[in-house]
Protein backbone atom coordinates (compact mmCIF):
# COMPACT_ATOMS: atom_id res chain seq x y z
CA UNK A 1 0.00 0.00 0.00
CA UNK A 2 2.80 2.04 0.36
CA UNK A 3 4.00 1.95 -3.02
CA UNK A 4 0.64 2.79 -4.28
CA UNK A 5 0.04 5.81 -1.53
CA UNK A 6 3.75 6.97 -2.74
CA UNK A 7 2.61 6.82 -6.56
CA UNK A 8 -0.65 8.65 -5.53
CA UNK A 9 1.17 11.20 -4.07
CA UNK A 10 3.36 11.81 -6.93
CA UNK A 11 0.06 13.19 -8.69
CA UNK A 12 -0.23 15.85 -5.90
CA UNK A 13 2.92 18.05 -8.09
CA UNK A 14 2.21 21.23 -9.57
CA UNK A 15 2.62 19.89 -13.21
CA UNK A 16 -0.98 18.29 -12.85
CA UNK A 17 -4.05 20.64 -13.32
CA UNK A 18 -5.78 21.77 -9.79
CA UNK A 19 -8.84 19.43 -10.01
CA UNK A 20 -6.54 16.49 -10.57
CA UNK A 21 -4.99 17.21 -7.41
CA UNK A 22 -8.06 17.95 -5.83
CA UNK A 23 -9.50 14.63 -6.72
CA UNK A 24 -6.26 12.54 -5.72
CA UNK A 25 -6.22 14.58 -2.19
CA UNK A 26 -9.76 13.19 -1.55
CA UNK A 27 -8.84 9.66 -2.42
CA UNK A 28 -6.04 9.63 -0.56
CA UNK A 29 -8.12 10.94 2.81
CA UNK A 30 -11.45 9.13 2.02
CA UNK A 31 -11.43 6.26 -0.32
CA UNK A 32 -8.76 3.38 -0.03
CA UNK A 33 -10.26 0.76 -1.74
CA UNK A 34 -11.19 3.53 -5.07
CA UNK A 35 -7.03 4.50 -4.58
CA UNK A 36 -5.68 1.33 -4.66
CA UNK A 37 -7.93 0.26 -7.89
CA UNK A 38 -6.72 3.78 -9.52
CA UNK A 39 -3.18 3.62 -8.64
CA UNK A 40 -2.13 -0.01 -8.16
CA UNK A 41 -0.84 -0.47 -11.77
CA UNK A 42 0.00 1.90 -14.84
CA UNK A 43 -2.08 1.70 -17.59
CA UNK A 44 -0.55 -0.18 -19.94
CA UNK A 45 0.06 0.93 -23.52
CA UNK A 46 -0.71 -2.62 -24.87
CA UNK A 47 0.34 -4.98 -28.24
CA UNK A 48 -2.05 -2.40 -30.39
CA UNK A 49 -2.69 0.67 -27.93
CA UNK A 50 -4.76 1.06 -24.54
CA UNK A 51 -8.18 0.66 -23.02
CA UNK A 52 -9.59 1.27 -19.67
CA UNK A 53 -11.55 3.08 -17.63
CA UNK A 54 -11.58 6.87 -17.87
CA UNK A 55 -10.67 9.11 -14.83
CA UNK A 56 -7.94 10.53 -12.64
CA UNK A 57 -4.85 7.87 -11.91
CA UNK A 58 -2.47 6.06 -13.24
CA UNK A 59 -4.48 3.09 -13.50
CA UNK A 60 -7.27 5.43 -16.13
CA UNK A 61 -7.54 6.72 -19.01
CA UNK A 62 -7.24 10.46 -18.74
CA UNK A 63 -4.95 13.10 -20.81
CA UNK A 64 -1.68 12.07 -18.46
CA UNK A 65 -2.02 8.52 -19.36
CA UNK A 66 -2.68 8.85 -23.01
CA UNK A 67 -0.10 11.96 -23.29
CA UNK A 68 2.89 9.85 -21.98
CA UNK A 69 2.04 6.42 -24.34
CA UNK A 70 1.52 9.83 -27.02
CA UNK A 71 5.17 11.43 -26.26
CA UNK A 72 6.31 7.71 -26.71
CA UNK A 73 5.00 7.24 -29.73
CA UNK A 74 6.20 10.56 -30.80
CA UNK A 75 9.94 9.94 -29.83
CA UNK A 76 9.83 6.57 -31.58
CA UNK A 77 7.97 8.39 -34.72
CA UNK A 78 11.02 10.57 -34.51
CA UNK A 79 13.65 7.77 -34.35
CA UNK A 80 12.69 5.49 -36.78
CA UNK A 81 12.04 8.30 -39.49
CA UNK A 82 14.00 11.47 -38.48
CA UNK A 83 12.24 14.63 -37.70
CA UNK A 84 11.54 16.00 -41.28
CA UNK A 85 7.77 16.12 -42.87
CA UNK A 86 6.14 13.86 -40.50
CA UNK A 87 2.27 13.03 -40.31
CA UNK A 88 0.25 11.46 -38.40
CA UNK A 89 -3.95 11.19 -39.08
CA UNK A 90 -6.17 10.98 -35.88
CA UNK A 91 -10.14 9.68 -35.14
CA UNK A 92 -12.55 9.84 -32.59
CA UNK A 93 -15.44 7.92 -31.59
CA UNK A 94 -18.62 8.80 -30.13
CA UNK A 95 -17.38 8.15 -26.81
CA UNK A 96 -17.19 10.63 -23.35
CA UNK A 97 -14.29 12.72 -23.75
CA UNK A 98 -12.68 10.98 -27.08
CA UNK A 99 -13.02 14.24 -28.78
CA UNK A 100 -11.34 16.00 -26.19
CA UNK A 101 -8.85 13.56 -25.47
CA UNK A 102 -8.04 13.28 -29.78
CA UNK A 103 -6.86 17.44 -29.15
CA UNK A 104 -4.69 16.54 -26.49
CA UNK A 105 -3.31 13.50 -28.49
CA UNK A 106 -2.56 16.08 -31.49
CA UNK A 107 -1.27 18.68 -29.32
CA UNK A 108 0.96 16.37 -28.00
CA UNK A 109 1.87 15.76 -31.41
CA UNK A 110 2.07 19.00 -31.86
CA UNK A 111 4.46 20.01 -29.63
CA UNK A 112 6.99 17.22 -31.03
CA UNK A 113 7.05 18.50 -34.27
CA UNK A 114 4.58 16.15 -35.84
CA UNK A 115 2.21 17.22 -38.57
CA UNK A 116 -1.52 16.25 -37.20
CA UNK A 117 -4.33 15.25 -39.66
CA UNK A 118 -7.54 15.41 -36.93
CA UNK A 119 -10.91 14.94 -38.16
CA UNK A 120 -13.27 17.40 -37.19
CA UNK A 121 -16.07 14.92 -36.22
CA UNK A 122 -16.41 11.90 -35.28
CA UNK A 123 -15.33 8.94 -37.83
CA UNK A 124 -15.16 5.43 -37.99
CA UNK A 125 -12.30 3.22 -37.54
CA UNK A 126 -12.37 1.82 -41.33
CA UNK A 127 -11.69 4.89 -42.16
CA UNK A 128 -8.73 6.34 -40.09
CA UNK A 129 -6.91 3.01 -41.59
CA UNK A 130 -7.79 4.05 -44.94
CA UNK A 131 -7.00 7.99 -44.53
CA UNK A 132 -3.35 6.69 -42.85
CA UNK A 133 -2.48 5.65 -46.82
CA UNK A 134 -4.52 8.29 -48.51
CA UNK A 135 -2.88 10.98 -46.86
CA UNK A 136 0.52 9.53 -46.68
CA UNK A 137 0.87 9.04 -43.01
CA UNK A 138 3.86 7.71 -40.79
CA UNK A 139 0.95 6.42 -37.92
CA UNK A 140 -2.70 6.78 -37.37
CA UNK A 141 -4.97 6.64 -34.29
CA UNK A 142 -8.06 6.18 -33.30
CA UNK A 143 -9.81 7.31 -29.87
CA UNK A 144 -12.04 4.41 -29.06
CA UNK A 145 -13.11 1.50 -26.80
CA UNK A 146 -14.53 -0.47 -29.53
CA UNK A 147 -17.99 -1.88 -27.63
CA UNK A 148 -16.78 -1.47 -24.07
CA UNK A 149 -18.78 -0.14 -21.55
CA UNK A 150 -19.90 3.75 -21.61
CA UNK A 151 -17.45 4.70 -18.81
CA UNK A 152 -14.39 3.02 -21.03
CA UNK A 153 -11.42 4.68 -23.54
CA UNK A 154 -8.79 4.50 -25.39
CA UNK A 155 -6.68 4.64 -28.44
CA UNK A 156 -5.42 2.44 -30.87
CA UNK A 157 -2.04 2.87 -32.77
CA UNK A 158 -1.60 1.98 -36.73
CA UNK A 159 1.22 2.35 -38.39
CA UNK A 160 2.39 3.62 -42.19
CA UNK A 161 0.53 0.13 -43.67
CA UNK A 162 -2.79 1.66 -42.23
CA UNK A 163 -2.53 -2.00 -39.72
CA UNK A 164 -2.42 -1.92 -36.39
CA UNK A 165 1.02 -1.62 -34.68
CA UNK A 166 2.84 -5.44 -34.62
CA UNK A 167 6.24 -6.83 -33.68
CA UNK A 168 8.81 -5.37 -33.45
CA UNK A 169 7.44 -2.04 -33.46
CA UNK A 170 4.67 -2.36 -30.89
CA UNK A 171 7.36 -3.40 -28.34
CA UNK A 172 9.63 -0.60 -29.14
CA UNK A 173 7.00 1.80 -28.46
CA UNK A 174 6.19 0.46 -25.16
CA UNK A 175 10.06 0.54 -24.36
CA UNK A 176 10.09 4.01 -25.25
CA UNK A 177 6.80 4.86 -23.41
CA UNK A 178 7.66 2.93 -20.13
CA UNK A 179 10.89 5.00 -20.30
CA UNK A 180 9.25 8.27 -19.63
CA UNK A 181 7.72 9.96 -16.95
CA UNK A 182 4.98 12.06 -16.81
CA UNK A 183 6.91 14.84 -16.48
CA UNK A 184 8.07 14.18 -19.96
CA UNK A 185 4.82 15.05 -21.80
CA UNK A 186 4.96 17.57 -24.16
CA UNK A 187 1.70 19.49 -23.73
CA UNK A 188 2.54 22.94 -25.70
CA UNK A 189 0.73 22.36 -29.11
CA UNK A 190 1.87 24.20 -31.95
CA UNK A 191 -1.24 24.86 -33.51
CA UNK A 192 0.24 25.39 -37.08
CA UNK A 193 1.16 21.58 -37.04
CA UNK A 194 -3.01 20.47 -36.74
CA UNK A 195 -4.91 20.43 -39.52
CA UNK A 196 -8.56 19.83 -39.40
CA UNK A 197 -10.06 17.37 -41.96
CA UNK A 198 -13.20 16.00 -43.23
CA UNK A 199 -15.07 15.90 -46.25
CA UNK A 200 -12.13 15.36 -48.66
CA UNK A 201 -11.10 11.98 -46.98
CA UNK A 202 -14.81 10.98 -46.25
CA UNK A 203 -15.40 11.23 -49.85
CA UNK A 204 -12.45 9.23 -50.59
CA UNK A 205 -13.22 6.51 -48.53
CA UNK A 206 -17.05 6.16 -49.32
CA UNK A 207 -15.91 5.75 -53.43
CA UNK A 208 -13.48 3.59 -52.85
CA UNK A 209 -15.87 1.22 -50.04
CA UNK A 210 -19.08 1.17 -52.83
CA UNK A 211 -15.99 0.42 -55.36
CA UNK A 212 -14.81 -2.54 -53.29
CA UNK A 213 -18.01 -3.76 -51.60
CA UNK A 214 -20.39 -3.79 -54.83
CA UNK A 215 -20.92 -6.60 -57.28
CA UNK A 216 -24.22 -5.30 -59.60
CA UNK A 217 -26.36 -7.24 -57.23
CA UNK A 218 -29.46 -7.95 -58.72
CA UNK A 219 -32.52 -7.39 -56.61
CA UNK A 220 -31.65 -4.25 -55.02
CA UNK A 221 -35.33 -2.25 -55.48
CA UNK A 222 -36.72 -5.87 -53.81
CA UNK A 223 -34.59 -5.80 -50.99
CA UNK A 224 -35.19 -4.24 -47.77
CA UNK A 225 -32.90 -3.50 -44.37
CA UNK A 226 -33.15 -2.44 -40.99
CA UNK A 227 -29.80 -0.30 -39.95
CA UNK A 228 -28.48 0.51 -36.62
CA UNK A 229 -25.61 2.77 -35.69
CA UNK A 230 -26.26 1.77 -31.86
CA UNK A 231 -25.34 5.11 -31.33
CA UNK A 232 -21.97 4.88 -33.02
CA UNK A 233 -19.53 6.34 -35.77
CA UNK A 234 -21.59 4.27 -38.61
CA UNK A 235 -24.00 6.43 -39.11
CA UNK A 236 -21.54 9.16 -40.35
CA UNK A 237 -20.89 6.25 -43.67
CA UNK A 238 -22.76 3.63 -43.97
CA UNK A 239 -26.03 4.99 -45.15
CA UNK A 240 -24.27 6.84 -47.64
CA UNK A 241 -22.54 3.85 -48.66
CA UNK A 242 -25.92 2.06 -49.56
CA UNK A 243 -27.89 5.11 -51.12
CA UNK A 244 -24.40 5.25 -53.45
CA UNK A 245 -24.67 1.46 -54.06
CA UNK A 246 -28.13 1.48 -54.67
CA UNK A 247 -29.88 0.73 -51.88
CA UNK A 248 -33.31 2.49 -51.17
CA UNK A 249 -34.73 0.74 -48.84
CA UNK A 250 -32.88 1.29 -45.64
CA UNK A 251 -35.02 1.75 -42.78
CA UNK A 252 -32.58 3.77 -39.54
CA UNK A 253 -33.16 3.07 -36.25
CA UNK A 254 -33.46 6.81 -35.57
CA UNK A 255 -33.77 6.03 -31.72
CA UNK A 256 -30.05 4.77 -32.26
CA UNK A 257 -28.86 7.08 -34.91
CA UNK A 258 -27.46 9.59 -32.75
CA UNK A 259 -24.07 9.21 -31.28
CA UNK A 260 -24.14 8.52 -27.24
CA UNK A 261 -21.86 7.84 -25.24
CA UNK A 262 -23.96 6.56 -22.57
CA UNK A 263 -25.26 4.11 -25.62
CA UNK A 264 -28.74 5.01 -23.53
CA UNK A 265 -30.84 1.84 -25.62
CA UNK A 266 -28.71 -0.90 -25.04
CA UNK A 267 -26.92 -2.75 -21.97
CA UNK A 268 -23.95 -3.09 -24.53
CA UNK A 269 -23.27 -1.76 -27.84
CA UNK A 270 -21.93 -4.69 -29.12
CA UNK A 271 -23.81 -6.70 -32.06
CA UNK A 272 -22.04 -9.32 -30.66
CA UNK A 273 -24.88 -9.17 -27.91
CA UNK A 274 -28.23 -10.42 -29.17
CA UNK A 275 -29.69 -7.64 -27.22
CA UNK A 276 -28.09 -4.46 -28.51
CA UNK A 277 -30.21 -5.62 -32.46
CA UNK A 278 -33.62 -6.42 -30.35
CA UNK A 279 -34.82 -3.02 -31.67
CA UNK A 280 -33.51 -3.41 -34.94
CA UNK A 281 -35.17 -6.97 -35.52
CA UNK A 282 -38.56 -5.48 -33.73
CA UNK A 283 -39.00 -3.66 -36.61
CA UNK A 284 -37.50 -5.76 -39.13
CA UNK A 285 -40.67 -7.92 -37.70
CA UNK A 286 -42.87 -5.26 -38.14
CA UNK A 287 -42.15 -4.17 -41.85
CA UNK A 288 -41.30 -7.60 -43.11
CA UNK A 289 -37.54 -6.46 -43.92
CA UNK A 290 -35.19 -9.47 -45.53
CA UNK A 291 -32.27 -8.28 -42.98
CA UNK A 292 -30.98 -6.17 -40.06
CA UNK A 293 -27.22 -4.89 -39.85
CA UNK A 294 -26.07 -3.15 -36.90
CA UNK A 295 -22.54 -2.14 -35.82
CA UNK A 296 -20.25 -0.80 -32.76
CA UNK A 297 -19.22 2.64 -31.36
CA UNK A 298 -16.30 2.50 -33.78
CA UNK A 299 -17.59 0.66 -36.64
CA UNK A 300 -15.11 -2.38 -37.14
CA UNK A 301 -17.85 -4.91 -36.16
CA UNK A 302 -21.10 -5.72 -37.15
CA UNK A 303 -24.20 -7.73 -36.50
CA UNK A 304 -26.34 -9.33 -38.69
CA UNK A 305 -29.90 -11.03 -39.44
CA UNK A 306 -31.56 -12.36 -41.49
CA UNK A 307 -34.98 -14.46 -42.11
CA UNK A 308 -34.06 -18.19 -41.37
CA UNK A 309 -36.04 -21.46 -43.28
CA UNK A 310 -39.33 -20.71 -40.74
CA UNK A 311 -39.38 -16.83 -42.12
CA UNK A 312 -37.89 -15.53 -38.64
CA UNK A 313 -35.42 -12.74 -38.04
CA UNK A 314 -32.27 -14.90 -37.03
CA UNK A 315 -28.92 -13.82 -36.25
CA UNK A 316 -26.26 -15.32 -37.81
CA UNK A 317 -22.97 -15.14 -35.96
CA UNK A 318 -19.44 -14.08 -36.94
CA UNK A 319 -18.02 -17.28 -38.54
CA UNK A 320 -21.41 -17.66 -40.23
CA UNK A 321 -21.26 -14.13 -41.55
CA UNK A 322 -17.15 -14.32 -42.34
CA UNK A 323 -18.32 -18.11 -44.09
CA UNK A 324 -20.61 -16.52 -46.49
CA UNK A 325 -18.86 -13.48 -47.13
CA UNK A 326 -15.56 -15.34 -48.12
CA UNK A 327 -17.66 -17.41 -50.17
CA UNK A 328 -19.11 -15.25 -52.31
CA UNK A 329 -15.72 -12.80 -53.07
CA UNK A 330 -14.19 -16.22 -53.83
CA UNK A 331 -16.82 -16.80 -56.24
CA UNK A 332 -16.18 -13.61 -58.02
CA UNK A 333 -12.52 -14.38 -57.92
CA UNK A 334 -13.28 -17.16 -59.86
CA UNK A 335 -15.31 -15.72 -62.17
CA UNK A 336 -12.49 -13.61 -63.38
CA UNK A 337 -9.59 -16.36 -62.81
CA UNK A 338 -7.71 -17.03 -60.05
CA UNK A 339 -3.98 -16.13 -60.77
CA UNK A 340 -2.48 -18.44 -57.89
CA UNK A 341 -1.31 -16.12 -55.28
CA UNK A 342 -4.99 -15.11 -53.76
CA UNK A 343 -5.68 -16.02 -49.90
CA UNK A 344 -8.22 -15.80 -47.09
CA UNK A 345 -7.19 -15.31 -43.62
CA UNK A 346 -9.38 -16.05 -40.30
CA UNK A 347 -7.70 -16.87 -36.57
CA UNK A 348 -7.11 -19.15 -34.30
CA UNK A 349 -10.16 -19.36 -32.13
CA UNK A 350 -12.74 -19.12 -35.53
CA UNK A 351 -14.46 -21.45 -37.42
CA UNK A 352 -11.74 -24.32 -39.15
CA UNK A 353 -14.37 -24.33 -41.93
CA UNK A 354 -11.96 -21.20 -43.61
CA UNK A 355 -9.78 -23.80 -44.13
CA UNK A 356 -11.79 -26.49 -45.66
CA UNK A 357 -13.34 -23.90 -47.85
CA UNK A 358 -10.17 -22.47 -48.80
CA UNK A 359 -8.79 -26.50 -49.87
CA UNK A 360 -12.10 -26.78 -52.00
CA UNK A 361 -11.03 -23.33 -53.88
CA UNK A 362 -7.60 -24.08 -54.40
CA UNK A 363 -6.49 -20.76 -52.43
CA UNK A 364 -4.01 -20.30 -49.51
CA UNK A 365 -5.44 -20.35 -46.44
CA UNK A 366 -3.50 -18.39 -43.55
CA UNK A 367 -4.16 -18.43 -39.58
CA UNK A 368 -3.43 -15.89 -36.97
CA UNK A 369 -3.53 -14.80 -33.62
CA UNK A 370 -6.73 -13.14 -32.70
CA UNK A 371 -6.86 -9.16 -33.88
CA UNK A 372 -7.10 -8.11 -37.04
CA UNK A 373 -3.39 -6.49 -36.62
CA UNK A 374 -2.27 -10.03 -37.51
CA UNK A 375 -4.17 -10.12 -40.71
CA UNK A 376 -2.83 -6.55 -41.87
CA UNK A 377 0.49 -7.84 -40.75
CA UNK A 378 0.24 -10.39 -43.75
CA UNK A 379 -1.15 -8.49 -46.26
CA UNK A 380 2.23 -6.43 -45.39
CA UNK A 381 4.06 -9.38 -44.98
CA UNK A 382 3.11 -10.88 -48.18
CA UNK A 383 2.91 -7.94 -51.14
CA UNK A 384 2.87 -10.56 -54.04
CA UNK A 385 0.11 -12.42 -52.91
CA UNK A 386 -3.73 -11.16 -53.19
CA UNK A 387 -5.91 -10.92 -49.85
CA UNK A 388 -9.22 -11.79 -51.00
CA UNK A 389 -11.02 -11.32 -48.06
CA UNK A 390 -11.32 -12.76 -44.03
CA UNK A 391 -12.35 -12.13 -40.92
CA UNK A 392 -12.72 -13.54 -37.23
CA UNK A 393 -15.29 -15.07 -35.07
CA UNK A 394 -15.72 -11.75 -32.94
CA UNK A 395 -18.23 -10.11 -35.97
CA UNK A 396 -15.21 -8.33 -37.75
CA UNK A 397 -14.15 -8.83 -41.80
CA UNK A 398 -12.31 -7.40 -44.04
CA UNK A 399 -12.63 -7.06 -48.00
CA UNK A 400 -9.92 -6.51 -49.90
CA UNK A 401 -6.65 -4.83 -48.45
CA UNK A 402 -8.00 -0.84 -49.23
CA UNK A 403 -8.70 -0.81 -45.48
CA UNK A 404 -6.30 -2.63 -42.89
CA UNK A 405 -8.68 -3.68 -40.52
CA UNK A 406 -12.17 -4.98 -39.96
CA UNK A 407 -14.22 -2.68 -41.68
CA UNK A 408 -18.14 -2.68 -40.92
CA UNK A 409 -18.80 -0.07 -43.38
CA UNK A 410 -17.73 -2.04 -46.36
CA UNK A 411 -18.82 -5.37 -45.21
CA UNK A 412 -22.57 -4.19 -44.63
CA UNK A 413 -22.32 -3.51 -48.57
CA UNK A 414 -21.17 -6.60 -49.13
CA UNK A 415 -23.68 -8.75 -47.00
CA UNK A 416 -26.44 -6.40 -48.77
CA UNK A 417 -25.34 -7.57 -52.04
CA UNK A 418 -25.10 -11.15 -51.17
CA UNK A 419 -28.78 -11.24 -49.55
CA UNK A 420 -30.26 -9.06 -52.42
CA UNK A 421 -28.88 -11.45 -54.89
CA UNK A 422 -29.97 -14.04 -53.10
CA UNK A 423 -33.26 -13.25 -53.05
CA UNK A 424 -33.50 -12.20 -56.76
CA UNK A 425 -32.83 -15.64 -57.16
CA UNK A 426 -35.74 -17.14 -55.23
CA UNK A 427 -32.71 -17.92 -52.18
CA UNK A 428 -31.82 -16.35 -49.05
CA UNK A 429 -29.01 -15.35 -47.15
CA UNK A 430 -29.39 -18.31 -44.74
CA UNK A 431 -30.37 -20.68 -47.69
CA UNK A 432 -26.91 -19.93 -48.90
CA UNK A 433 -25.04 -20.33 -45.83
CA UNK A 434 -26.88 -24.11 -45.24
CA UNK A 435 -25.75 -24.55 -48.52
CA UNK A 436 -22.36 -24.01 -47.67
CA UNK A 437 -22.62 -26.72 -45.22
CA UNK A 438 -23.49 -29.43 -47.74
CA UNK A 439 -20.41 -28.75 -49.20
CA UNK A 440 -17.72 -27.90 -46.55
CA UNK A 441 -18.84 -29.51 -43.46
CA UNK A 442 -21.45 -28.36 -41.27
CA UNK A 443 -19.63 -26.40 -38.38
CA UNK A 444 -21.17 -25.08 -35.37
CA UNK A 445 -18.99 -23.08 -32.80
CA UNK A 446 -20.09 -21.74 -29.29
CA UNK A 447 -18.39 -18.98 -26.90
CA UNK A 448 -18.70 -19.05 -23.49
CA UNK A 449 -16.99 -15.63 -21.50
CA UNK A 450 -16.36 -15.12 -17.84
CA UNK A 451 -15.98 -12.28 -16.31
CA UNK A 452 -13.70 -11.43 -13.55
CA UNK A 453 -12.93 -7.91 -12.30
CA UNK A 454 -10.23 -5.85 -10.54
CA UNK A 455 -6.86 -7.41 -9.32
CA UNK A 456 -8.17 -11.19 -7.45
CA UNK A 457 -10.49 -11.63 -10.71
CA UNK A 458 -6.92 -11.29 -13.11
CA UNK A 459 -6.03 -13.97 -10.69
CA UNK A 460 -8.41 -16.15 -11.17
CA UNK A 461 -8.41 -15.85 -14.39
CA UNK A 462 -4.69 -16.88 -14.55
CA UNK A 463 -5.46 -20.15 -12.43
CA UNK A 464 -8.53 -20.94 -14.94
CA UNK A 465 -6.06 -20.69 -17.70
CA UNK A 466 -3.15 -22.54 -15.67
CA UNK A 467 -5.66 -25.50 -14.91
CA UNK A 468 -6.31 -26.05 -18.33
CA UNK A 469 -3.48 -26.21 -19.64
CA UNK A 470 -1.36 -28.56 -16.58
CA UNK A 471 -4.52 -30.80 -16.15
CA UNK A 472 -5.60 -31.30 -19.57
CA UNK A 473 -8.45 -33.81 -20.16
CA UNK A 474 -8.05 -37.16 -21.95
CA UNK A 475 -11.43 -36.42 -24.12
CA UNK A 476 -14.28 -34.30 -25.44
CA UNK A 477 -17.67 -35.80 -25.76
CA UNK A 478 -16.44 -39.30 -26.45
CA UNK A 479 -13.47 -38.70 -29.03
CA UNK A 480 -9.69 -38.60 -27.58
CA UNK A 481 -8.24 -35.43 -27.45
CA UNK A 482 -5.47 -35.67 -30.12
CA UNK A 483 -4.03 -32.81 -30.56
CA UNK A 484 -3.22 -29.69 -27.77
CA UNK A 485 -1.88 -27.12 -29.27
CA UNK A 486 0.48 -24.22 -26.74
CA UNK A 487 0.70 -21.15 -27.97
CA UNK A 488 2.76 -19.92 -25.02
CA UNK A 489 5.44 -22.22 -25.98
CA UNK A 490 4.60 -22.73 -30.03
CA UNK A 491 4.35 -26.00 -29.57
CA UNK A 492 1.34 -28.49 -31.06
CA UNK A 493 1.57 -32.09 -29.43
CA UNK A 494 -0.30 -35.05 -30.63
CA UNK A 495 -0.77 -36.60 -27.03
CA UNK A 496 -1.87 -39.70 -28.69
CA UNK A 497 1.75 -40.71 -30.61
CA UNK A 498 4.14 -38.18 -29.41
CA UNK A 499 4.90 -36.14 -32.34
CA UNK A 500 5.47 -32.18 -31.90
CA UNK A 501 5.30 -30.05 -34.61
CA UNK A 502 6.44 -26.35 -34.26
CA UNK A 503 3.62 -23.43 -34.39
CA UNK A 504 4.82 -20.68 -36.55
CA UNK A 505 2.99 -17.39 -35.03
CA UNK A 506 3.54 -15.06 -32.61
CA UNK A 507 3.37 -16.28 -29.03
CA UNK A 508 -0.10 -16.08 -26.79
CA UNK A 509 -1.72 -17.32 -23.61
CA UNK A 510 -4.06 -19.59 -25.92
CA UNK A 511 -4.01 -23.66 -25.34
CA UNK A 512 -6.67 -24.93 -27.63
CA UNK A 513 -7.34 -29.43 -27.55
CA UNK A 514 -8.20 -31.00 -30.74
CA UNK A 515 -9.69 -34.26 -30.45
CA UNK A 516 -10.10 -37.12 -33.51
CA UNK A 517 -13.36 -36.34 -34.64
CA UNK A 518 -11.93 -32.64 -35.30
CA UNK A 519 -13.46 -31.04 -32.43
CA UNK A 520 -11.94 -27.77 -31.10
CA UNK A 521 -11.48 -26.09 -27.66
CA UNK A 522 -9.91 -23.18 -27.35
CA UNK A 523 -8.63 -20.57 -24.13
CA UNK A 524 -7.80 -17.34 -23.95
CA UNK A 525 -7.95 -14.33 -21.90
CA UNK A 526 -9.12 -11.32 -23.55
CA UNK A 527 -6.47 -8.49 -24.35
CA UNK A 528 -9.05 -5.40 -23.32
CA UNK A 529 -11.57 -6.99 -20.87
CA UNK A 530 -11.35 -8.94 -17.36
CA UNK A 531 -12.57 -12.30 -19.13
CA UNK A 532 -11.16 -15.22 -19.92
CA UNK A 533 -12.85 -16.94 -23.09
CA UNK A 534 -13.52 -20.44 -24.21
CA UNK A 535 -14.46 -20.96 -27.67
CA UNK A 536 -15.94 -24.37 -29.00
CA UNK A 537 -16.15 -26.05 -32.25
CA UNK A 538 -17.78 -28.96 -33.69
CA UNK A 539 -18.30 -30.34 -36.84
CA UNK A 540 -20.46 -33.50 -38.78
CA UNK A 541 -21.20 -33.65 -42.43
CA UNK A 542 -24.48 -31.99 -44.35
CA UNK A 543 -25.28 -34.70 -47.07
CA UNK A 544 -28.38 -32.48 -47.68
CA UNK A 545 -29.95 -29.24 -46.85
CA UNK A 546 -33.46 -30.68 -45.80
CA UNK A 547 -31.47 -32.45 -42.92
CA UNK A 548 -29.94 -28.81 -41.75
CA UNK A 549 -32.73 -28.59 -38.60
CA UNK A 550 -32.05 -32.19 -37.52
CA UNK A 551 -28.18 -31.99 -37.54
CA UNK A 552 -28.35 -28.57 -36.41
CA UNK A 553 -30.22 -29.69 -33.09
CA UNK A 554 -27.45 -33.16 -32.99
CA UNK A 555 -24.71 -30.50 -32.94
CA UNK A 556 -26.16 -28.57 -30.17
CA UNK A 557 -27.11 -31.30 -27.79
CA UNK A 558 -22.91 -32.39 -28.35
CA UNK A 559 -21.83 -28.94 -27.61
CA UNK A 560 -24.38 -28.54 -24.67
CA UNK A 561 -22.32 -31.88 -23.61
CA UNK A 562 -19.28 -30.42 -23.89
CA UNK A 563 -20.08 -27.41 -21.95
CA UNK A 564 -21.12 -29.31 -19.11
CA UNK A 565 -17.99 -31.66 -19.49
CA UNK A 566 -15.64 -29.33 -18.98
CA UNK A 567 -17.88 -27.25 -16.44
CA UNK A 568 -18.53 -24.70 -18.77
CA UNK A 569 -22.18 -24.88 -18.62
Given at each position: MDTILNTAKSWLTDFFDPEVRKEVQNLI?????????????????????MRGVMGVGTNRINKYTLGKST?????YIIKTYGKKDLKVVIAFDCRHNSDTLARTVAEVLSANGIKVYLFSELRTTPELSFAVRHLECHAGIVLTASHNPPEYNGYKVYWTDGGQIV?????????????????????????????IIDKDVDEAFIEASVAKGSFNAAGKDDFKLVFTSLHGTSITAIPEVLKRAGYKNVTIIEEQAKPNGDFPTVKSPNPEEPEA??????????????????TDPDSDRLGIAVRNLDGEMEIVN???????????????????????????????????????????????FKTALTGFKWIGKMIKDFPESNFIGGGEESFGYMVGDFVRDKDAVTSTLLACEIAAQAKANGSSFYKQLIDCYVDYGFYKEKLISITKKGMSG????????????????????????KWIEDYNTSI??????????????????????????????????????????????????????????????????????????????
Open positions: DNDTDELKDRFYKQMEFGTGGQGLSNPPQDGEIISEINSLSFEDIKFEANDSLIELSMAVTKAEEIGADMVVGGNQAMILMTKFLLDQQKQKGFKGNEFIATTIVSTPMMEAMAKAYGVEAEEIKQMLKDFKENPVSSVAGSKVAKNVLTGEEKAIDIPKSNVLIYETEDGTRIAARPSGTEPKVKFYISTNTKLDKAEDFKKVSKELDIKIQNILRELNLG
